[in-house]
């Protein structure tokens, strides 16, 4: 796989052609090397072409793992799976066996699930992926990732143009909430649009610290939403045509990358999950552990608390399932 990469991070670094005795001399490897790593990569799915003169770079690397890792802007090794029962499984097992920095992807999930152990539709054409890092961070600051994931999986719906928002704490939406005269999306869901993407954060660690850290992100990309649950959508019904997996990934992948990249960068995580929200300024009905809290979310509070005014006084809410209500007429 290193010289796959190699191969390929060569070929996109020239404008033309490169010849195999070249690539071979510049990857310290031999000519039979380079021909098994070319034949390995468009078994991977990427058209690598050959003219007289050498190789040329494919100009649209397939959605797999060499395909999501070629050209990636972020610290993370991809292991890709057509098919697996969980990423987040996956990942989980990787922590155990002291991995790091790893990006957990699947065409299509068999076993997954959602927050409180719901069922999440996985089928194939969707982008379900788990991140698994050891962020140097007090584990009161772990509800951080989860609302970067968030940024990220909006930013990259943004960018294969879709406008999607985020509800608190990590659903990603689309669609507008009917108005006071009823007219608009119906949505008898109570989420404020139909949704895209779902997050679950694990993790394991200290009292005090982080061990290890696994974000799942599940993105109904190029799936038609006849057969989603009610109340979803996907990003190629909403754009109207398919979109690019592999960029969306990559994209999702670097974005949640800067967010966390360090303490100082966390703190950039609050000002843009609250620039994308769709819940501030809403009345809420939230169901908390402690009971309901129904009133107007006005905040995110550190590390991800939503600030609720009610009729008793401002609450803070660090969990639970957050409706959004009809404003009072």
Known sequence: MDTRRALLDALAADDGPVSGPALAESLGVSRAAVWKAVEGLREEGFAVASTPEGY????DPGYSGPGIAFGLDAPYSVEYYDRIGSTNARARELAGEGAADVAV??????????????EWVAPSGGVWLSVLTRPDVPTARAPLFTLAA??????????????ARIKWPNDV???????????????????????????????????DRVGWLVVG???????????????????????????????????????????TASPAA??????????????????????????????????????????????EGRRRVHAGDCEHLRDAE
Do not use: C, H
């Open 173 to 207: 939406l689309v669609g507008e909430e009917a108005d006071e005269s009823g007219e608009g999306d119906s949505d008898p869901t109570g989420r404020g649009g139909r949704k895209l993407a779902g997050i679950l954060t694990e993790m394991e660690g200290e009292a």
């Open 105 to 118: 992807v699947a065409d299509e999930q068999t076993g997954s699930r959602g927050r409180l152990d719901r």
């Open 56 to 59: 040329v770079a494919p100009e």
């Open 266 to 311: 966390l703190d950039g995580v609050l000002p843009a999950w609250r620039e994308r929200a769709s819940t501030l300024g809403r009345r809420v009905r939230v169901e908390a552990a402690d009971g309901v809290v129904e009133g107007t979310a006005v905040d995110v509070a550190g590390p991800g608390a939503l600030v609720v005014d009610t009729d």
């Open 150 to 163: 968030a940024v990220a999986t909006t930013d990259a719906a943004r960018e294969a143009g879709v406008d």
């Open 217 to 259: 992100v599940g993105v109904n990309a190029n799936i038609d939403p006849e057969t989603l649950p009610a109340g979803a959508a996907s990003l190629s019904a909403e754009r109207g045509e398919p979109i690019d997996r592999r960029r969306f990934a990559a994209t999702l992948l670097e974005r949640y990358a800067a967010l």
